[in-house]
């Protein structure tokens, strides 16, 4: 019926394009959308020191620990907040006379206010002894490079650039006092010390070693804060702070990763340590600065099965490289059709078809009684169901038949057609689900069809407006390329612009139509242009409507031909001259 009419005289289209917002197109983008991708949760364990007017007590004497979130904004750029809790000890091997300091008072719990070195002058030196606890909230800017690649799809390693600002608290305690509370005397004496000594490495271990002989370790006093500065409740000091550093991160698999990195964190405060001035004959100006060596583990949170990884682990050249060698793959276009059966040989699944054979769209013989013999060399090519045929595709019905099995014979055989249910009463439907129909294609990311196939939806309504008790379902499809939903979205609208063609300019009712879809879920192998397309079939019993899925609009709609001349490229990547095209 319907297949001699869409086969044989069906042309193939002679520009074909990807199905994609990426293509160069009026009113369509030419980049591809930016991919939904994760964010990274991470934890970190490191060093902490402050390089201030007291030494460390002992090369690794500090901790710190914190998390961090961290969101790309783009392939070389991303911010991350980070909260840490840090602390540090320093030990000062030479005296420190407190009459160069300012009036300094620290409040004793619960008591009155008191003179931080009381008892300590130029005549009984104290040694400094500190431990200061730093609580940090950073926001940071982070520049990586280690992502933009030429030559291979992915890095492991990923160098990076720390920029930001934080706000800070911190505490800072001293050994002042011995387990009685009295400060501690004669330890010039107690522990040895000389000019000559502390110029040494080895004599700075010795005093150092002397005086954790000494120190009972408790650190009972509040140092001096400075004044002046913005206070939470007028207790708690909080500190602002520019930090900058780099890191070296190694990704492990698509989901962990881990880093290096070293930060410097530089604010106006010289009292993180306690100490203001070194000695008495070394009196320091600058500000003490932090330094954090930490070692960091980054986890990348969701479904990385729907997300890509932060854009930072991606090569921004990757959709452009793939794109690219899509298009070297791509077969080279040849129209040949061998069996001149109406369909190219590119997409011929049967590419020697018999001379005068039916075909439908995939190029393949048809066999419109599914009894083995296609209908060409078919005697019967529309034998009844239900009996065997012999090797011409006859049905092999018994001779002598009653009046009741010619009866049955002829509901059995209107019951296939879908002409009368079970129970004898009519349906409506004209002719067997399997029927062909045709099949209509379109332009790359567009909905409406081209004139060329408006003959296919004549056939389609001529076949309703003779049967006027049948349903048509037109199922919408679409090529592979783009995001699934998008492909939805417009394999929707192809259904419903067709089904609204035909309400339209033939006056069927649309109730007479069964609107559904399947994106990209239902390829026709892997040439693009035979995916783009809407099939038509008589409507099955468990055809439903389909709502419009969810998502933002897709595709077009250029019902006018834009003119152009000269060489215009295929889908496969050949050139051809055409004066017009669409």
Not at 342 to 356: R, T, V
Not at 436 to 462: I, K
Not at 486 to 512: G, Q
Request: aromatic letters at 10%.
């Amino acid at each position: 019926m319907a297949q001699q009419d869409t086969t044989r005289n069906m042309a193939m289209p002679a520009v074909q394009k990807q199905d994609s917002k990426s293509e160069s197109k009026p009113s369509i983008s030419k980049y591809p959308p930016k991919p939904k991708h994760a964010w990274e949760l991470g934890f970190q364990l490191g060093h902490f020191m402050i390089d201030g007017d007291v030494d460390q007590r002992k090369p690794f004497s500090g901790y710190t620990l914190g998390l961090h979130v961290r969101r790309a904004i783009h392939y070389a750029f991303s911010l991350r907040v980070d909260a840490s809790y840090s602390v540090t000890y320093g030990l000062e091997p030479q005296p420190y006379g407190a009459s160069l300091e300012p009036e300094q008072f620290y409040q004793e719990p619960n008591g009155p206010l008191r003179k931080v070195f009381s008892g300590y002058d130029r005549n009984n030196p104290w040694f400094p002894s500190y431990r200061t606890q730093l609580f940090g909230l950073n926001f940071q800017g982070v520049l990586n490079i280690g992502n933009i690649l030429f030559h291979k799809e992915s890095n492991k390693w990923n160098w990076y650039l720390v920029l930001g600002g934080g706000v800070y608290h911190h505490r800072t305690m001293l050994d002042l006092r011995d387990g009685n509370g009295a400060e501690y005397t004669n330890l010039i004496n107690r522990i040895g010390y000389t000019p000559a000594l502390f110029n040494t490495r080895e004599g700075r271990r010795d005093i150092k070693n002397s005086l954790d002989n000494i120190y009972d370790g408790d650190y009972e006093t509040e140092a001096y804060k400075k004044r002046g500065i913005f206070r939470l409740a007028d207790k708690h000091n909080i500190h602002f702070g520019f930090n900058g550093g780099m890191g070296l991160a190694r990704k492990i698999n698509r989901r962990f990763n881990i880093a290096i990195e070293h930060q410097l964190i530089a604010s106006d405060n010289d009292y993180l340590d306690g100490i203001r001035y070194r000695s008495d004959v070394d009196q320091t100006n600058n500000s003490d600065v932090m330094h954090f060596t930490q070692l960091r583990l980054g986890i990348n949170l969701g479904d990385l099965k729907k997300k890509k990884e932060p854009l930072y682990w991606l090569n921004p050249l990757d959709a452009f490289y793939n794109d690219l060698a899509e298009l070297k793959a791509r077969p080279k276009y040849d129209p040949t059709d061998t069996d001149a059966d109406g369909i190219i040989d590119l997409i011929d699944q049967e590419p020697n078809s018999d001379a005068g054979a039916l075909v439908d769209t995939k190029g393949i013989s048809l066999d419109s009684d599914k009894d083995g013999i296609v209908d060409h060399l078919d005697a019967e090519p529309f034998s009844p169901p239900g009996y065997k045929t012999d090797e011409k595709g006859i049905a092999l019905v018994e001779p002598k038949i009653s009046e009741d099995d010619v009866n049955k014979l002829i509901d059995r055989k209107l019951g296939t057609a879908g002409l009368v249910d079970s129970n004898g009463a009519a349906t409506a439907r004209c002719c067997p689900p399997d029927w062909f129909l045709p099949t209509v294609h379109f332009n790359l990311d567009e909905y409406c069809v081209r004139p060329q196939y408006n003959p296919q939806l004549q056939q389609v309504a001529s076949v309703m407006l003779r049967h006027p008790e049948i349903k048509v379902t037109a199922v919408g499809h679409t090529d592979i390329r783009n995001t699934d939903n998008y492909n939805k979205v417009l394999s929707y609208n192809r259904a419903k612009w067709t089904i609204d063609y035909l309400v339209d300019k033939y006056k069927i009712p649309r109730d007479r139509f069964i609107l559904m879809y399947s994106g990209e879920t239902s390829p026709f192998g892997n040439f693009h242009y035979a995916n783009r397309r809407v099939e038509f079939r008589v409507s099955l019993p468990d055809d439903r409507e389909m709502s419009r899925p969810e998502g933002p609009e897709a595709g077009d709609c250029h019902k006018k031909p834009v003119r152009r001349t000269g060489k215009v490229q295929t889908d496969n990547g050949s050139a051809e001259d055409r004066k017009s095209g669409y």
